[in-house]
């Protein structure tokens, strides 16, 4: 029987999502048995040295799943090329080495998952598993019927129409509003280039879910594990 494929391999380690995985691979990162292997897909005998960026790795036993409670300003990648502060640094503690699952930008707050499950990761984040993502966004002005319509036959953004998505008014102020954006997909800056392009601007924004799961009353630079019964609502 062959051997488990590389980038499988270094998702298992805890080291990167599958797809981060082969991105590593690609750029020449990764060493099997000393030597740069470029091809992810690559299947390895037992007992091979794999090492990323000269570390060597190994497959990490017991999974880990974590719910923070993003705050705006830090940064959801491990490391930051401009040494701002990452959401690792809200996580004390925790001796596997686990990554977000996606990312929320800077400005944003709310719910992020963090893992050393590569195979979670990629199927959280692939678009065809579709998982609905839920914010609450404080928004310039009050949007109306038609822009409700317009989240849901879609938007183009960067030459691309969005798929259907839905927008609701939580609260209306005079001149700004309280809305929630459910969406699927997970494009760069997605929600905010969406109410860009409706007219009203997002103010703030935060991500209260992923699919079934909830941010509840985590405190804003709080993290916890996930509980058994949510780990069976994401299908673990
Ligand atoms: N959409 C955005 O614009 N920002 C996020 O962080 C997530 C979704």
Not at 110 to 134: I, Q, S
Not at 179 to 203: D, F, S
Request: hydrophobic share 40%; glycine share 8%; with cysteine.
């Amino acid at each position: 029987m062959d051997g488990v494929r590389l980038n499988k391999f270094i998702a298992e380690a805890g080291v990167a999502s599958r797809r981060k995985a082969d991105e590593l691979i690609l750029q020449g990162r990764v060493k099997v048995n000393g030597e740069t292997v470029s091809e992810p897909g690559v299947r390895l005998k037992a007992g091979v040295l794999v090492e990323v960026d000269g570390k060597a790795v190994a497959p990490e036993r017991k999974k880990v799943y974590i719910m923070l409670h993003k705050p705006a300003r830090y940064i959801s990648s491990v490391k930051d090329q401009f040494s701002r502060k990452t959401v690792l640094d809200l996580i004390k503690g925790v001796r596997e080495r686990v990554y977000p699952v996606g990312r929320l930008d800077y400005d944003t707050s709310g719910l992020l998952l963090l893992t050393n499950d590569g195979d979670f990761a990629y199927r959280m984040t692939h678009p065809k598993h579709e998982v609905d993502k839920v914010y609450l966004a404080v928004v310039a002005g009050v949007p109306d019927e038609k822009d409700m319509e317009a989240f849901k036959n879609g938007i183009v953004i960067d030459g691309l129409l969005t798929s259907p998505a839905r927008l609701k008014v939580v609260r209306a102020e005079k001149d700004h509003s309280l809305v929630k954006i459910t969406l699927r997909e997970g494009r760069n800056r997605q929600v905010r280039k969406m109410c860009q392009a409706i007219g009203h601007p997002a103010i703030s924004l935060k991500r209260i879910g992923i699919g079934r799961l909830r941010l509840g009353n985590l405190k804003e630079g709080k993290w916890r594990n996930l509980t058994r019964e949510e780990l069976r609502m994401l299908g673990l």
